[in-house]
């Protein structure tokens, strides 16, 4: 089995346009909000759609239907095969990915990072937003394979974020690998998330933006670690 985990909707037309072999599972999920105990993978997924409802008003049959029957599949990978996690660097790729790691823990597949490529340090956090399908398929060839360290710390990752255990994460930040080259400044992010983010819109709000497009365009430039969108931002106007 060839598994492709992809980041998002906006990357599956250039993946597919790149003719990689492989079954694709989309990730259109936002794991860095609300509940992330998957102690009991059913419950885990019936309390997200109850969130997603809450918060966005999307009905809880659509999201089984949608996106938790999608990531599902990755508990189906077994010995052998191959998968592929095509994640950006920001904490919201990153949980996203941590959560994937959790469950590909111990299915003896040989797994893969194909990550964003050729990103200068100012727009390290754009991820794949202006890759077309042939940068993809550089990436692709680039991939970088997780050790069972690296799976292992992952899982580590994403149950110590889960329960806001800032002491596991702050330890965890200090590990070095390939497969996670900005892992201090996303523990650091994941840390702070409960503070910084609001701070960083007070002060903007604070110089004079008051649009909400302009408030996006500058927590981006200085938040962009987080990796929110408009409907993460919006949530820190209030």
């Known amino acids: 089995m060839k598994l492709h985990v992809l980041?998002?909707?906006?990357?599956?037309?250039?993946?597919?346009?790149?003719?990689?072999?492989g079954e694709v599972v989309v990730c259109n999920e936002a794991f860095i909000f609300?509940?992330?105990?998957?102690?009991?993978i059913d419950l885990f997924w019936d309390e997200r759609a109850q969130y997603i409802f809450t918060e966005y008003g999307e009905d809880p049959i659509d999201y089984h239907e949608k996106v938790a029957d999608q990531l599902?599949?990755?508990?189906?990978?077994?010995?052998?095969?191959d998968v592929t996690l095509?994640?950006?660097?920001?904490?919201?790729?990153?949980?996203?990915?941590?959560?994937?790691?959790?469950?590909?823990?111990?299915s003896g597949a040989s797994v893969y990072?194909?990550?964003?490529?050729?990103?200068?340090p100012e727009n390290v956090w754009d991820g794949f937003g202006k890759h077309d399908a042939s940068m993809m398929q550089d990436c692709f060839d680039a991939r970088i394979k997780f050790?069972?360290?690296?799976?292992?710390?992952?899982?580590?990752?994403?149950?110590?974020?889960?329960?806001?255990?800032?002491?596991?994460?702050?330890?965890?930040?200090?590990?070095?690998?390939?497969?996670?080259?900005?892992?201090?400044?996303?523990?650091?992010?994941a840390i702070e998330i409960d503070t910084y983010p609001r701070e960083v819109v007070a002060e903007i709000k604070a110089e004079g933006f008051t649009e909400f497009e302009k408030?996006?365009?500058?927590?981006?430039?200085?938040?962009?670690?987080?990796?929110?969108?408009?409907?993460?931002?919006?949530?820190?106007?209030?």
């Open 34 to 40: 609300g509940p992330a105990d998957t102690s009991d």
């Open 113 to 120: 990072r194909a990550a964003p490529k050729d990103l200068s």
């Open 147 to 189: 050790s069972e360290e690296d799976i292992e710390v992952g899982s580590r990752l994403w149950q110590a974020y889960g329960k806001k255990d800032y002491e596991t994460l702050r330890e965890l930040s200090e590990y070095r690998s390939p497969c996670f080259p900005f892992l201090k400044e996303v523990c650091l992010a």
């Open 86 to 106: 095509w994640f950006e660097y920001e904490l919201f790729c990153s949980v996203n990915m941590w959560f994937c790691l959790d469950r590909l823990k111990g």
């Open 215 to 238: 408030v996006f365009v500058e927590f981006r430039r200085r938040a962009g670690v987080y990796g929110f969108g408009d409907l993460q931002v919006e949530r820190f106007m209030e």
């Open 72 to 81: 599902a599949r990755i508990d189906e990978v077994q010995g052998g095969s």
């Open 7 to 21: 980041p998002g909707e906006a990357q599956h037309k250039d993946f597919i346009e790149t003719g990689i072999e």
